[in-house]
């Protein structure tokens, strides 16, 4: 089993202990990013918008093509 944990980001690490990379593969980026706690902000069609997950915003910047 691989486990990831990205340094800026240490709660991913609680995410991954339990996943194996077939498991870590079939969910979809906006799946994993609902499991983080990250809703889109808005969603216009395939493209949502979302707070970047990775620093502090006044504006959504971080866009999904779903």
Do not use: H
Not at 31 to 50: M, S
Request: a positive charge.
């Amino acid at each position: 089993m691989y486990t990831l944990c990205f340094p800026f980001y240490p709660s991913l690490f609680l995410i991954f202990v339990e996943m194996d990379i077939s498991k870590l593969k079939a969910i979809t980026i906006a799946e994993f990013l609902q499991r983080l706690g990250y809703t889109p902000v808005a969603k216009r069609g395939l493209r949502w918008t979302y707070f970047a997950p990775y620093r502090q915003e006044d504006k959504p910047s971080f866009r999904l093509n779903t």
